[in-house]
Nanobody, 123 residues
Framework: QVQFEESGGGLVQPGGSLRLSCAAS????????IAWFRQAPGKEREGVSC????????YYSESVKGRFTISRDNAKNTVYLQMNSLKLEDTAVYYC????????????????WGQGTLVTVSS
């Protein structure tokens, strides 16, 4: 089973940038659709971005579109989330997971969760 390890979180000021990494172990990343989720304290888990396994089709939630970029490097067995123009509401623990995808539905059946990495946006 695929296992993930997220890294790259930290404290950043509004308008700043971070790049999160999600390293896979156990199986090659290339076979899976990968999604980034986030969960802020007291909030529901939210799907942020997805990238498909074969053709690198991407999806972004409206709240991050234009600011975040998801990418993958199959040779390094890693997926990335470049986060620019960070806002206070981006503060959350960020997780990656495998997901299923059908038509306009993303973030289906998330599995193989990592431990998460904390992103704190504060002035």
């Amino acid at each position: 089973q695929v296992q993930f390890e997220e890294s790259g979180g930290g404290l950043v000021q509004p308008g700043g940038s971070l790049r999160l990494s999600c390293a896979a172990s156990g199986f090659t990343l290339a076979y899976y659709n990968i999604a980034w989720f986030r969960q802020a304290p007291g909030k529901e888990r939210e799907g942020v971005s997805c990238i498909s396994s074969s053709d690198d089709i991407t999806y972004y939630s409206e709240s991050v579109k234009g600011r975040f970029t998801i990418s993958r490097d199959n040779a390094k067995n890693t997926v990335y989330l470049q986060m620019n123009s960070l806002k206070l509401e981006d503060t959350a623990v960020y997780y990656c997971a495998t997901v299923d995808h059908y038509s306009d539905y993303w973030f289906l059946n998330p599995a193989a969760w990592g431990q998460g990495t904390l992103v704190t946006v504060s002035s």
